[in-house]
């Protein structure tokens, strides 16, 4: 598989982690040498040691981080920034997320500005690129105070509250909105650069990771800014006035006849921030990386948020690090579908690497947060461990959607549990793709563009269900979808799925059609059905209705764990086409009565074949195996199951059982004949 270089360069990890244990299951499944980045506030260090701690912290792991951003939590520090020529505290907020007291390990230290930039030069002696990073939110005094933390009296944005953001209610929010101007005219990202340039440089730094309210806003687009400010420029990009009413007035009128003007306006504006700001870092030598938006695929970062990321990956982004919490969002009760989070996860993932498949991801591991108190490596193994086995083999032209990790939070993870996350990601990781055997869902830049405009000029009680839904509940439906490709990409004889047709130009959806050995297309047709059709070389040979329920609440949806109101496909819609793509591409098919295991696998370089199997229920599941491939034998990769797999003979076909742990994942290795 090709690695591009500078992406080896940012994650290459330099040490094996096949030399993690002894256990011969482990030694033998041909482990992968991933590329880790570590997410990590102070407290995660002790600037009580000469080195700070970094060198014991390393030693806990068997992987080594080739990036390690380091969470300074408040922008004060930044904001506030006028050379490095005295030493000074650098506050309670700096030194832990939100000014936290303690975690694992210590109480929070008072660290100042020389030791961080001791900090860094420490992490770099090992090889090890540092980013800060920085939240949007301006925290008063009663808040830090319930944190046992104490703030300054007029921190910068407590003298420069306009650029923090304007509800619709005209009410002041506790975060920036980036795009604003400063009290003088002057834009608050041309501030924001200058103060970054200069302490990037004063610290040590090599780069920035830009997450909450910078790597995308924090509030919903329906519902902040409607400022003087932000109005008037949509104003001036839009060349046209809008009414002068009060905010929430104004507000109303926007999104009900200009919604998706001030989306793709919003577009622009981040886009300008970040080619502003990720040009002059290049240019000093600095790297940038962004996190995705809220867990959100393509189409919802775009339209709640106007998060276009083919404009960002233009900018000179170095790398996006993709935020697919699935086990966190699990664990938190933050689903509101019967599709689960990594099913979700899984579609999103998909979908963001095939609109940007040429820039760099890594996945966002969200194993710990003592600030946020969720701990998926303590609380919900399994699910983390699904999340992690699921998301790092998925594909895009035959290349994995995502390439390294970003381990977040760092601090207060034991040598064992660091042995247990660098294994469960060196197995994820794992395995050369050679080849897939599966149907591959069709990606169009085109289609995305015209469904979004539909989508986002459409009153809300008429919204169809977007690709996206329809991906994840199709693959929560059983189906096995672990590819996606770009149109241009397909390939004479393939088997494809492509969603909502209505929105392909119709000369590309008569090349699909064409070019595919077999083609599903589902959901809305350009006659302006919602249908499943299926075309074989070129001829439709059959056609079913697809029932949809009416939007059950039409209200705007601040909340990006809350889903968009649109149009729902009924629960068991896609299972009969999703057992007809696994009979027509899978080499693999399992008992069809196990309505919650997921399956698929790919054919490796190393001439066996990998088969990933998933539980979606929280209670053992042992289902029935049929490889429809001569085989040799088969081996688990996890540490379960716990017995040898019995391979039956059974026609042309090798039958075996598997016991998979509830919400739990297996990898298993077959070896074919």
Not at 100 to 106: D, G
Not at 134 to 157: H, I, N, P, T
Not at 295 to 321: K, M, N, S, W
Not at 469 to 483: F, M, N, R, T
């Amino acid at each position: 598989m090709h690695i591009k270089p500078e992406f080896s360069q940012l994650f290459f990890c330099r040490r094996s982690a096949i030399l993690m244990q002894d256990n011969t299951e482990w030694k033998d499944c041909g482990m992968a040498k991933f590329r880790k980045g570590v997410w990590i506030e102070l407290i995660g260090v002790d600037n009580e040691q000469p080195d700070y701690g970094v060198q014991s912290w390393l030693e806990r792991m068997d992987t080594l981080p080739d990036l390690v951003s380091i969470l300074l939590f408040s922008t004060e520090l930044l904001h506030s920034h006028n050379g490095l020529e005295h030493d000074f505290l650098l506050g309670d907020l700096q030194c832990s997320y939100f000014g936290r007291p303690f975690n694992e390990e210590r109480r929070r230290q008072n660290w100042t500005a020389f030791q961080l930039r001791g900090l860094v030069a420490e992490l770099k002696k090992h090889g090890i690129r540092v980013m800060p990073s920085f939240f949007d939110m301006r925290v008063s005094a009663e808040s830090a105070k319930m944190l046992s933390a104490q703030k300054k009296e007029q921190e910068w944005l407590d003298l420069h509250p306009e650029v923090c953001g304007i509800s619709n209610e005209g009410e002041i929010r506790s975060c920036i909105c980036i795009w604003k101007h400063l009290s003088d005219g002057t834009l608050y990202e041309d501030f924001f650069l200058n103060r970054l340039l200069a302490f990037l440089k004063d610290y040590g730094f090599t780069g920035f990771h830009g997450c909450d309210g910078f790597g995308h806003p924090r509030d919903a687009l329906c519902t902040s800014d409607f400022s003087d400010d932000m109005v008037n420029q949509f104003s001036q990009w839009l060349n046209e006035s809008v009414p002068e009413l009060e905010i929430p007035k104004r507000a109303e009128w926007i999104l009900k006849y200009r919604r998706e003007a001030w989306i793709r306006f919003h577009a622009q504006r981040h886009t300008q921030f970040w080619r502003k700001t990720a040009g002059a870092l290049a240019d000093a030598g600095f790297e940038c990386w962004l996190n995705t938006c809220w867990t959100r695929d393509p189409h919802e970062a775009l339209f709640r948020y106007g998060v276009d990321y083919r404009q960002l990956a233009a900018c000179g982004i170095t790398g996006f690090i993709a935020e697919a919490s699935a086990a966190v969002l699990e664990m938190e009760g933050w689903n509101y579908t019967e599709a689960s989070t990594v099913e979700k996860c899984q579609a999103m993932l998909l979908r963001l690497k095939a609109m940007i498949p040429d820039a760099e991801i890594g996945l966002l591991g969200c194993i710990k947060d003592g600030m946020e108190q969720y701990n998926a490596l303590r609380h919900c193994p399994m699910l983390m461990r699904s999340e992690a086995y699921t998301l790092s083999n998925l594909f895009c032209r035959q290349r994995r959607c995502a390439e390294a990790v970003m381990e977040c939070l760092g601090d207060g993870i034991t040598a064992a549990e660091w042995h247990t996350v660098d294994r469960i990601r060196a197995l994820a990781f794992s395995g050369t793709v050679d080849h897939l055997s599966c149907a591959h869902v069709v990606w169009s830049d085109a289609a995305f563009d015209r469904e979004f405009s539909a989508y986002a000029n459409s009153r809300p009680e008429e919204r169809f269900a977007s690709s996206h839904v329809l991906l994840y509940e199709l693959i929560h439906a059983g189906a096995i979808l672990p590819s996606i490709l770009p149109a241009a990409d397909i390939e004479n004889g393939m088997t494809l799925v492509l969603f909502n047709p209505a929105f392909f130009p119709a000369d590309e959806l008569t090349a699909l059609r064409n070019k595919a050995g077999f083609l599903i297309e589902i959901g809305l047709t350009p006659e302006g059905n919602c249908l499943i059709r299926c075309v074989s070389c070129g001829k439709i040979i059959s056609v079913a209705e697809l029932p949809e329920t009416a939007v059950e609440n039409t209200a705007e949806v601040s909340s990006w764990m809350r889903p968009l109101p649109e149009k729902r496909i009924p629960s068991g819609s896609f299972d009969s086409i999703a057992e007809l793509l696994n009979q027509k591409t899978s080499p693999v098919l399992a008992d069809s009565k196990k309505k919650d295991l997921r399956m698929w696998s790919f054919f490796t370089a190393e001439k066996t074949m990998r088969l990933i199997l998933r539980n979606e229920r929280s209670t053992y599941l042992d289902p029935r195996i049929r490889v429809r491939i001569p085989v040799q034998s088969v081996k688990a990769l996890t540490e379960d199951p716990s017995r040898p797999i019995v391979l039956k003979k059974q026609g042309d076909e090798t039958v075996f059982s598997a016991r998979i742990p509830p919400k739990g994942t297996i990898l298993l290795e077959i070896s074919c004949s």
